[in-house]
């Protein structure tokens, strides 16, 4: 009976041993179940976004196009006259969650496609060239890069800039100040260069457009993107709104009569009264950049819309002797460099021929290793400009076009 005993008592620590480490393997395996369990929920949880994203895209593909119309005229029980891009003109109803203040006429809406009932209101649209014409960042360009220029500068600051920066002054001397003006000149003498310094000189926002971009083949087309270009301005003013070879769309009216000429008239025509029309223009000033003065239509030309013609002619002696100094600054110019004489060489040339003897001076010297640049650069880069390095027959055809 004792060795029975004993036997038990000596298996007792074996078994509590074992029953140990069973509770231990128990507990790790529960430990990897719920690890397991959690990752399995994290899953479901991310499988159910993924349905929910899925069903999403599934409705919208579901879901009928709208049709884009224009409210011509909100009528007093509610209801709206549209011009659908279908063509005709329908009278629908605003459902209950479209905000009546926003229902004006010209308000781009969205319509139902079973029965056209307007169910959102949508931005209005822009024109991609005049959405493109803002300036994002204010020109480099400042008055101090303008050589030759300075009774032309004055007039510029004068008519376009003090109005802007000193406007309590015109206020105070009950002057109105002028609303535009045109340059007109020769290319390259520096028309859209004043128009930039402009810009950087002043706050204003500054947009600029090419007049040939206003012209368009559909009859309309044009005149609602001069509409559009000031509706900018005045929605962004103070602004300058630059309008370069305005030539291109304000040339003299004629009886031609084809169909090409009378589109750039009526886009012609709707310049002429944004220019000075019966809507007031606010506060944005107008610059205009020609080479061809003479073929534009009188009407463009008269006080109230360019109050000002301003000629920029080719620069003087002195001129040409000032630009050169201006593009010559940060050269590396060597010790025999005369450029009086340069000047001398050069004879009458605009201020982007000046710009390009720099340029063709420093390719020489590119072209044969120097680091500097010497007088012979410049003496060629003259010979090359007025075609002395050119063959007979090509220096020729270059004069007959001079």
């Known amino acids: 009976m004792k060795t029975t005993e004993v036997a038990e008592e000596g298996s007792r620590p074996d078994r509590v041993r074992e029953l140990e480490e069973r509770n231990a393997q128990l507990r790790s395996d529960k430990r990897k179940a719920t690890s397991e369990v959690r990752a399995l929920q994290e899953e479901v949880r991310s499988l159910t976004r993924e349905v ?17 119309g224009t409210i011509l005229d909100v009528l007093v029980d509610g209801r709206v006259v549209i011009k659908s891009s279908t063509g005709p003109n329908f009278v629908v109803p605003a459902a209950d969650f479209v905000d009546r203040g926003l229902l004006k006429a010209g308000t781009r809406v969205s319509l139902a496609q079973n029965n056209l009932t307007v169910v959102g209101v949508l931005p209005s649209s822009r024109d991609p060239v005049v959405a493109g014409s803002e300036v994002a960042r204010r020109p480099e360009v400042s008055y101090a890069d303008i050589g030759g220029l300075a009774g032309v500068v004055d007039e510029v600051r004068e008519t376009v800039e003090y109005p802007l ?18 340059l007109q000149g020769p290319p390259g003498t520096g028309k859209t260069m004043l128009a930039k310094a402009v810009a950087n000189a002043t706050d204003a926002t ?8 206003l012209v368009q083949k559909f009859i309309g087309e044009g005149a609602r993107r001069v509409r559009e270009v000031f509706e900018l301005a005045r929605e962004k003013a103070p602004s300058i709104l630059f309008i370069d070879e305005v030539d291109a769309l ?9 169909s090409s000429n009378r589109e750039v008239e009526r886009t012609l025509m709707q310049l002429l009264a944004e220019l000075d029309g019966f809507e007031p223009r606010g506060d944005v000033r107008i610059i205009a950049a020609t080479n061809r003065a003479d073929i534009l239509d009188p009407a463009l030309l008269r006080p109230g819309r360019f109050d000002r013609v301003i000629d920029v002619p080719l620069p003087t002696h002195e001129g040409v002797r000032a630009i050169l100094a201006l593009h010559t600054d940060s050269v590396r110019l060597g ?5 009086d004489d340069v000047v001398r060489r050069t004879g009458p040339i605009s201020g982007a021929d000046v710009q390009n003897l720099c340029t063709e001076a420093g390719m020489r010297a590119v072209r044969h290793g120097r680091s500097v640049v010497l007088h012979e650069d410049f003496l060629a880069a003259v010979r090359k400009l007025q075609g002395d390095d050119l063959p007979g027959a090509v220096r020729g055809a270059v004069g007959l076009y001079a």
């Open 52 to 68: 929910q994203r899925l069903t999403v895209e599934l409705e919208k593909i579901k879901h009928p196009p709208l049709i884009v």
């Open 165 to 182: 920066t000193r406007a309590a002054l015109f206020e105070e001397l009950g002057i109105r100040p002028p609303k535009g003006v045109l």
């Open 206 to 213: 500054f947009l600029r457009v090419v007049a040939s971009e």
């Open 250 to 258: 304000g040339a003299r009216r004629s009886d031609d009569g084809t």
């Open 335 to 339: 010790d025999d460099v005369d450029l």
